[in-house]
Structures are given as C-alpha cells and as structure tokens.
C-alpha cells in the first residue's frame, strides 16, 4: 500500500510511539525540524529531543524497576499467608505478626483500609 519512502515513515513513526511520543508531539517535531534554518541546527534540535527523551526513559526505567522490586518483595511476603489458619479474619492481615519481614507498603496499605 505505501513505497519505500512512506513506510519509513512509517516505521519511523511506530518507533517514535514507542519510545513514548504522542502524535501531537511528532507533528511538533516534524514542524520544528522544517524550520531550521540549516542542517546543524536540525541536527541540535534532534539531538536535543532525544537528549530529553533518553533521560526520562531511564527514569521511567528506574520508576518500574523500584515497583518490579516492590511487587517481588510483597509476593515474597504474601507467601507467608498461605500458612494462615483459614478462621483468622482479613482484618489481622499485616498485622498478625506471623511475618519476621516487615509488612511491605503493597500489602499494608490494602490491610489497613
């Protein structure tokens, strides 16, 4: 359906969408791109871009790898309540002292609602 050209583009986009731009924010892009005056200043503007968007993936990255060691460390926890007598109410949830760890945020902020 489309020659070369337009499915670089394409693919160009996709790549720019999941590197997290909006289509919003790839117009701008394009827009700022065709008002540069000369070949370095594009390339700055790019470089620029980039610069931003590369420091706030690596945060995003150290965000989700702080909750991946969030939700491994309830886990951990939670399997401790499988040896929880089946009369105990879920009100003692957190708080029955069977634990040696203490009670992760993920866990206590649901038992203590």
Request: aromatic residues 6%.
């Amino acid at each position: 359906m489309y020659r070369g050209d337009g499915v670089k583009r394409i693919e160009w986009i996709q790549k720019l969408q999941d590197m997290g731009f909006s289509l919003t924010e790839i117009k701008v892009f394009l827009r700022v791109w065709g008002e540069s005056a000369t070949a370095p200043k594009a390339m700055a503007t790019v470089r620029e871009i980039f610069t931003d968007k590369l420091r706030e993936t690596r945060e995003t990255i150290a965000r989700l790898s702080r909750l991946a060691d969030e939700l491994s460390e309830s886990l951990a926890f939670l399997e401790g309540c499988r040896s929880c007598d089946q009369g105990q109410h879920q009100r003692e949830c957190g708080g029955c002292g069977r634990s040696d760890h203490e009670v992760p945020l993920l866990v206590d902020g649901i038992a203590k609602r």
